[in-house]
């Protein structure tokens, strides 16, 4: 604004005012205070002075309802101050008060996120069983539906001791990072309404005002409104072609059609391209940066999958199969798993040099579950060759692929026949477990897994692939990958049956010549892996921080990657474990063993806070004790519970306060005198040496059997809730551990359980303490005194 123009326009208004030409003079007086708000709207503006700007541009607005220029820099203030914190527009502007819809229960037109009340919401649904409440709490604040594994995950937090849905509110509102990108995005929607206003005015003052335009669309675009934006970049695309800017015109166009695709189509877009179901058109601009959870969310709620139980197939789904020219024989090919099997596949592309893996690798297969061991010799041709093997679905041609992508502790191996399939392996022992072909959507079971939703993983691996879509394409076209074994189940038990058993198997036979890496979870490294394995360099190892990680890793570093996963744990490498632990433990913690072991019997006693678990456990406990010490007056106690690994899983604490405050309770309950002991909050590696002290044990069933089991291999007694009987029966035997001693397991007759409970694999139960300590001492009977 020229200086002058105004020194002269406010000369002009003092003489009219002079003349008594009162209205004239105001007039005038107006004019120059707008173009003065206007010049310090745009300074504030510079230097980002945001909020001072929207009063400044309003103030000028006031002043001159019809300046179109103004309404335009008012809705540009307020644009980049939302875009910069809608959090704290949403607030300090008092968006909360305007109207809104309030959440009623069930109802399918939900409120905008950030007009969420956790109370209304917690009184509304408090007459909800714990499975209801989690449906409706992902529906309402999440925005979807949810998978059985979340469903039960959720169940199971909020039936441990402590937690409560106030509590549970607090943690996910504050923690979970999809609900805080939702909130985001409602923050974002709402905060921009009043700047969608003022370029909605700008371009009724002015419709050849190009700018705001472009500026509406954006807005739109954030706001998810995408067909608004389609609108509005479709009418300027005919304004700029109407004054001949034919360039910017097409350029619009396109724009148009780009943002448009934002709206879920780009993400199916560049799902058909990384699978060959269609080309990816290279005249689009697609997005590099695509939010995962917004991805999976769009699949979700658009994916439309055909799941066939291969296992149990029905006329209708063997037409579907015959109609689409997928052969049964060669599915039932891809679901064996035979050593014969993988040295036909392996031998198809080595025909100048025949590669035998059985007469290199004869594996052991016990368990007592034929769909558990399903990838054992898969594992094996993928150790001796760098690749794994399948036949076409349709040709039955043998194809090797080097292509896999991991949500561990799932992972998708890609192949190429007729089109693309995947052959999925996974879940606690690594097995096959479906067939997934993208063009037709089809889901093809190979073997009953009931706890598992595939519809939801296949979603989070479409997300995952989609989201890093040029890694993706960048990876595929690698010609070569480095083998890398990966591990990280978050279940120390299953760590040692199987990653470790499965790791010890190749590396005792020394067939590691193929693997270039061993990428792991660090927080479920339960043992340091180079202290048991030393003879793999800790330059061939990848530590990362959670699973995410170990994804994103395998793209960033072209890695094809294997579970090692095994059955049978051998001595050799319990021994292994425990001479690292003893390596680890101070001079003074193993003093203080060597002393309770001065004791008889050192009894170990297990407690369990969380779900499965007994509810009469602290007076139980206490009763089992003091008779025990009744008959052996020179008995010691050794508590277990929550142990921790060498590097801080950011979770410990809760779980070590509620286990801490149990024992604290038990102790005020035992006769005075009896030396005691705990694990709570120590080290795995004591742990361990205070397993292997120990003459017996009483325990729940669960992870904390581990440690008296599979690898102390003492005698006692396990108790647990009626779901669990069976599979701790089956996992604890001689047939998974050279030289067990399998557990005495307390009858599931004796155990009454919480039929409030609608899971029975997590209902707490309860149990007569003294038939633990009648089979405890049976036990004590027949055990020799230490000498």
């Known amino acids: 604004m020229n200086s002058e123009i105004t020194v002269t326009e406010v000369h002009k208004a003092n003489q009219l005012q002079q003349e008594g030409k009162l209205e004239e003079a105001i007039a005038v007086y107006r004019g120059v205070t707008e173009k003065l708000y206007q010049q310090l709207g745009k300074l504030l503006s510079q230097q980002e002075k945001w909020d001072d700007a929207i009063a400044t541009y309003r103030h000028a607005i006031e002043l001159n309802p019809e300046a179109y220029k103004c309404h335009h820099q008012l809705g540009e203030a307020i644009y980049q101050r939302v875009i910069e914190n809608p959090e704290t527009f949403f607030s300090e502007y008092n968006l909360a008060e305007v109207t809104h819809k309030d959440y009623q229960l069930f109802d399918p037109e939900l409120p905008e996120v950030c007009f969420l009340n956790d109370p209304a919401f917690l009184q509304a649904t408090a007459h909800l069983d714990d499975a209801t409440y989690t449906v409706e709490w992902y529906r ?71 700018s705001s335009y472009y500026r509406l669309a954006e807005v739109f675009t954030e706001q998810g409104k995408h067909e608004q934006a389609l609108v ?83 006329v209708a789904d063997k037409l579907l199969l015959q109609n689409q020219d997928l052969l049964l024989e060669n599915l039932q090919i891809i679901r064996q798993d035979c050593i014969n099997l993988e040295d036909i596949y392996v031998n198809s592309f080595h025909t100048d040099s025949p590669l035998h893996l059985s007469s290199n690798q004869e594996r052991s297969t016990r368990s007592f579950r034929d769909e558990w061991k399903k990838a054992i010799h898969l594992q094996q041709s993928i150790i001796q060759t760098g690749y794994v093997y399948a036949v076409c679905p349709w040709s039955g041609r043998i194809l090797r692929s080097q292509e896999s992508f991991c949500y561990f502790p799932w992972i998708f191996y890609r192949f190429v026949g007729n089109e693309v399939f995947y052959l999925i392996v996974g879940d606690w022992f690594s097995s096959k477990q479906c067939i997934y072909i993208p063009r037709l959507e089809i889901i093809i079971l190979l073997y009953p897994f009931p706890h598992m939703d595939f519809t939801w993983l296949v979603n989070h691996v479409k997300s995952y692939l989609v989201s890093s879509w040029q890694k993706v394409r960048a990876y595929l076209s690698s010609p070569t990958k480095e083998v890398a074994v990966v591990t990280g189940i978050s279940n120390v038990g299953h760590y040692l049956w199987n990653e470790l058993s499965g790791v010890h198997y190749f590396y005792k036979k020394m067939t590691f010549n193929q693997v270039h ?136 604490d809760k779980f070590i306060a509620v286990e801490q405050a149990c024992l604290e309770q038990i102790m005020t309950l035992l006769p005075p005198g009896i030396p005691t002991y705990s694990t709570i909050g120590r080290p795995i590696y004591e742990t361990i040496a205070w397993a292997q002290a120990i003459d017996l044990y009483a325990v729940p069933f669960g992870t904390g059997m581990t440690f008296v089991t599979w690898i102390a291999s003492k005698p ?72």
């Open 140 to 210: 309402v604040y999440l925005r979807r539906s949810l998978s059985e594994a979340e469903k039960q995950a959720c169940i199971n937090w909020l039936q441990t001791p402590g937690h409560t849905r106030e509590i549970g509110l607090k943690i996910w509102r504050e923690s979970l990072a999809e609900f805080q990108t939702l909130l985001r995005r409602s923050f974002i929607t709402i905060g921009l309404e009043e700047a969608v206003n003022c370029y909605h005015r700008a371009l009724q003052l002015s419709p050849n005002n190009h």
């Open 232 to 314: 509005i970049y479709h009418q300027l695309s005919f304004k700029l072609a109407e004054v001949g800017q034919m360039k910017e015109a097409v350029a619009c166009f396109q724009q148009a059609t780009y943002k448009h695709l934002r709206d879920g189509k780009i993400y199916e877009i560049i799902w058909e391209g990384l699978n060959q179901m269609a080309p990816l058109d290279s005249s689009v601009s697609y997005p590099t940066e695509i939010n995962r959870e917004h991805t999976f969310q769009y699949f979700q709620k658009t994916s439309n999958y055909k799941v066939i139980n291969f296992y149990d197939l029905t």
């Open 517 to 652: 890496k061993f990428l792991m979870d660090v927080r479920y490294e339960f043992f340091n892996f180079e202290d048991i394995f030393p003879k793999i360099a800790s330059d061939r190892i990848i530590r990362v921080e959670d699973s995410p990680t170990i994804s994103q890793n395998i793209l960033d570093n072209k890695l094809f990657v294997v579970r090692l996963v095994d059955f049978f744990i051998e001595e050799e490498l319990i021994n292994r474990i425990y001479q690292e632990c003893i390596k680890k433990s101070s001079q003074f913690f193993l003093e203080k063993v060597y002393k309770a072991q001065t004791h008889f019997p050192l009894l170990w006693i297990g407690i369990r806070n969380y779900k499965r678990k007994w509810l009469s456990q602290k007076e139980g406990i206490a009763h089992i004790i003091a008779r025990i010490h009744d008959d052996f007056p020179d008995l010691a106690v050794v508590f277990d519970s929550w142990s921790i690994t060498e590097r801080d899983r950011g979770e410990d």
């Open 716 to 787: 006692g007694v396990a108790y647990g809730n009626k779901n669990y009987y069976g599979a701790v029966k089956d996992s604890f035997s001689p047939i998974y551990r050279e030289n067990l001693v399998p557990p005495v397991l307390i009858s599931t007759e004796y155990i009454s359980e919480d039929e409030n409970n609608i899971d029975p694999s997590t209902r707490n139960y309860d149990c007569d303490w003294q038939v633990i300590y009648n089979e405890l001492m049976k036990i004590l009977q027949h055990l020799p005194k230490r000498i």
